[in-house]
């Protein structure tokens, strides 16, 4: 069975770092593109970063620059590397796999950025 699981939310200062982790199973997560979403209370979902089965990655505006998406083929899992944190970039971020018929998605980790 396909399943994804979210890890690394938490508090953070404004200017602070976090790494999210996207945890596969039940597929090779390299041979499917990854994304991250996320969404704020009372806002509508943010697609906000993207890597390709060849790697290639591709960002929102809202987040280049300071968001870096990679992926551990070894440990089939993805990451969101978050730096210079911002207030508004706090969210419940989900990742999904890009399957040719649908998209499977994870259940979500809290960021939460505030002093």
């Known amino acids: 069975q396909v399943h994804l699981v979210e890890s690394g939310g938490g508090l953070a200062q404004p200017g602070g770092s976090l790494r999210l982790s996207c945890a596969a199973s039940?597929?090779?997560?390299?041979?499917?593109?990854i994304g991250w979403f996320r969404q704020a209370p009372g806002k509508e979902r943010e697609g906000i970063a993207t890597i390709s089965r060849g790697d290639s990655t591709n960002y929102a505006d809202s987040v280049k620059g300071r968001f870096t998406i990679s992926r551990d083929n070894a440990k089939n899992t993805a990451y969101l590397q978050m730096n210079s944190l911002k207030p508004e970039d706090s969210a419940v971020y989900y990742c999904?796999?890009?399957?040719?018929?649908?998209?499977?998605w994870g259940q979500g980790t809290l960021v939460t950025v505030s002093s």
């Open positions: 999904y796999a890009h399957f040719p018929a649908n998209r499977v």
């Open positions: 039940g597929f090779t997560s390299d041979h499917y593109a």
